[in-house]
């Protein structure tokens, strides 16, 4: 063989060689050193099931149950995995068509990316879980997971609680990416504001799947699995009986109610009008359920107690009271001659509900017998005391007052959205009447109206300082937390930090005030609150009551505390168009004291819970609003799917679609829409010919 001939035989040979160990080397690297195919052999073969731990469960005051948990299976979908399925058969399973299958794997994919789980179904039902366990080998990139929910076994509170739904891409944000897509979280109510104490930690289980999609085991033993832990339990104050009787009296009704332990600041029961089951707000129907309650006109969703805002009315007059005799511009025996209206602005008003002399003798009196004149006077007593100057320095003094009585601010209960009422500034009034106004301008402020607005805690809280005669606990639902640590102890703090606001006021102040309206309930406004055995203090309000500027039906308000000796209980209720005070709110205030002092009811109160909660009280604006949310709503989707067979109703002149009204409506004049005219997106275009302007564009509250 030629010497070149060697040569190139070596070479070759060197080529060889160095192929051969290189695959040799690679091979070495990819079972020994490397994990890339690994990881992707295991990704095949290994499933990482998220578990989602319990919420912590929420007690009333004797540790009963106000909601608890159960185990309920979302449909995820990871879009990367979803290959070569029967898109037909499994839209047949899953009761949907082939154009949702594609929106929700679209969203999916949008949300969360294509390889990361995404719920496609929530809460399936127990009929749909079955259906696809028995054919999940069927479809890859689909499986279940398993899904704490709430229920509640006394159908209560739901204004309270709050709900819990799929946390949002703000939310996740807002968490620095804590939470993932997929996870719950509050969204209201207590489960909103001791989130991070109800949530628990989630764990993961590495599951194998086999040829089939089928899991089929714990990779590895369980041993890279990592425990779920149970969020911790909450103890509240409430008191599901009473609880329970609030709601029921607010049936078919607008307003709210607050019951306070004026000891604590604990809150005993709160209900807002009108009342919804919060099991309607979870498992499979919640979106169906809240979009309904979307469209009511009544607003079940609001909560009245901390979002409703109305005049007090006459509830106001025992704080008017204690002002004028802190401040030294009446005594106790001071008097008002009243023939039955105001005189002392000309004009004779306000006017008084009595006429006949001596009705207004002193102070015990005039509140017993809750005279109008007599704290119109007292009101302009106060902001014109000489010793400050002005009205207007006055008047601050008066706006200082009513800021320790807790109106026109938040107080700071545990829920979110409280609203803080309104108490009007000097600077305010000062724009509206161009610096010129005086105690005149706005004298109905002695008798709880003008542009005075509370909310029904704010007025619970009210009575409290009075029972307390000078100080308060913040109003607050939680009592204890489970487990309690540092920075639970620190959050709680503000709630069980006593307030001393007006102790400075005589204790001769306060027992003129009580005795005053102890006396409206055993010979003045207020005697269908009477209690044989209880001394109760109470003051009746039958507050003006304006809807779009015209005059409606007054609103039905009633402030209590009892026994008067040791106060156990502070009672404020709000009924919307209830007109006077004793009627509806004194009613139900008697109701809810006797079921909390003595754990039962008289036969009066047992006949007065069964012929209140059957009352329907809806303020005769509702109707219209209903009709008129009802046929935009009907607009918006006849245009959307050009389909208008609901909306046809509305554009022939149809009676109103009537909820939560017993009264027959007159139909509205109707016409129908231009052909060159869209309805969109929820633009107003009405189908009713009335002037646009006159139109009610919200339900007030």
């Not at 719950?184 to 599951?207: H, P």
């Not at 001071?334 to 207004?360: D, I, Q, V």
């Not at 008066?398 to 320790?404: G, I, Q, R, S, V």
């Not at 909820?659 to 969109?680: C, G, Q, R």
Request: net charge positive; aromatic share 10%.
């Amino acid at each position: 063989m030629s010497v070149f001939n060697q040569s190139r035989s070596y070479i070759i040979r060197a080529i060889f060689l160095a192929v051969f160990l290189v695959i040799l080397g690679q091979l070495v690297n990819l079972q020994i050193f490397s994990r890339k195919y690994h990881e992707l052999a295991r990704d095949n073969a290994v499933f990482a099931k998220i578990v989602y731990p319990e919420r912590g469960i929420i007690f009333d005051r004797n540790g009963k149950p106000i909601l608890n948990n159960t185990i309920m299976f979302d449909l995820m979908v990871t879009p990367a995995e979803v290959k070569n399925i029967d898109t037909v058969a499994f839209c047949k399973l899953m009761n949907i068509d082939t154009t949702e299958f594609r929106e929700r794997i679209i969203e999916a994919i949008i949300k969360n990316s294509r390889v990361r789980p995404s719920i496609f179904i929530s809460l399936l039902t127990p009929q749909m879980q079955a259906r696809f366990e028995e054919n999940n080998w069927r479809f890859s990139g689909f499986n279940l997971q398993a899904r704490p929910v709430r229920t509640y076994p006394s159908n209560v509170g739901a204004q309270v609680l709050g709900y819990i739904g799929e946390v949002s891409p703000t939310e996740i944000e807002r968490s620095s990416k804590y939470y993932r897509m997929g996870d719950y979280i509050g969204k209201n109510g207590l489960e909103r504001t001791y989130e991070s104490v109800l949530m628990g930690q989630r764990g993961v289980e590495y599951m194998i799947k086999d040829n089939k999609n089928r899991l089929v085991g714990h990779y590895e033993n369980g041993e890279f699995d990592t425990t779920a832990t149970a969020g911790r339990g909450l103890k509240t104050f409430i008191d599901v009986e009473l609880q329970q009787l609030a709601e029921k009296l607010f049936t078919d009704k607008l307003g709210g109610v607050v019951a306070i332990d004026p000891k604590t600041g604990g809150i005993l029961a709160m209900a807002s009008g009108p009342t919804f089951n919060p099991n309607d707000l979870t498992g499979p129907d919640f979106r169906k359920n809240y979009g309904e309650l979307q469209m009511l006109a009544t607003r079940p969703l609001l909560n009245r107690a901390i979002k409703g805002e109305y005049p007090p009315g006459s509830t106001f007059k025992p704080i008017g009271g204690l002002i004028a005799l802190d401040q030294g511009v009446i005594t106790p025996s001071y008097g008002y001659a009243c023939g039955g209206r105001y005189y002392g602005c000309g004009g004779g008003k306000p006017a008084c509900t009595h006429s006949n002399a001596g009705h207004a003798a002193n102070l015990r009196l005039a509140t017993a017998n809750s005279c109008n004149s007599y704290f119109t006077d007292i009101y302009r007593k106060v902001v014109d005391n000489p010793k400050y100057g002005s009205v207007k320095k006055g008047y601050a003094v008066w706006e200082e007052y009513m800021h320790n009585f807790g109106f026109g601010v938040r107080l700071g209960v545990d829920l979110p959205s409280e609203d803080n009422g309104n108490v009007t500034t000097v600077a305010r009034y000062d724009k509206i009447y161009k610096n010129s106004w005086n105690s005149c301008t706005n004298l109905t402020l002695g008798i709880g109206q003008d542009q005075m607005l509370a909310t029904p805690l704010q007025l619970a809280n009210s009575v409290c300082i009075i029972a307390n005669k000078g100080y308060y606990y913040t109003p607050h639902f939680v009592d204890s937390i489970e487990n309690e640590t540092i920075a639970d102890t620190a959050f709680l703090s503000r709630y069980r930090k006593k307030h001393s606001v007006l102790t400075h006021i005589s204790d001769t102040a306060y027992n003129a005030i009580i005795r005053g309206m102890e006396d409206v309930v055993l010979i003045g406004t207020a005697r269908t609150a009477q209690i044989p055995g209880i001394n109760v203090c109470a003051k009746t309000g039958t507050a003006q009551n304006f809807h779009r500027g015209k005059e409606q039906k007054e609103h039905s308000v009633f402030v209590c505390f009892a026994p008067k000796e040791n106060p156990k209980i502070a009672i404020a209720i709000v009924v919307q168009n209830g007109g006077y005070g004793a009627t509806w709110a004194g009613r139900m205030s008697r109701i809810l004291m006797e079921q909390y002092l003595l754990d039962s009811l008289t036969d009066k109160s047992k006949a007065d819970l069964e012929s209140i909660s059957k009352t329907k009280i809806i303020p005769a604006f509702i109707p219209r609003e209903q009709y008129i949310m009802d046929s935009t709503s009907a607009a918006f989707y006849a245009n959307l799917r050009k389909d208008s067979t609901n909306y046809w109703k509305y554009l022939r002149g149809d009676k109103p679609v009537k909820k939560d009204s017993s009264k027959v409506v007159t139909p509205l004049k109707t016409t129908k829409i231009p052909a060159n005219k869209k309805v969109n997106e929820r633009k107003e275009y009405w189908a009713i010919t009335d002037n646009k302007k006159n139109i009610p564009k919200a339900a007030n509250i």
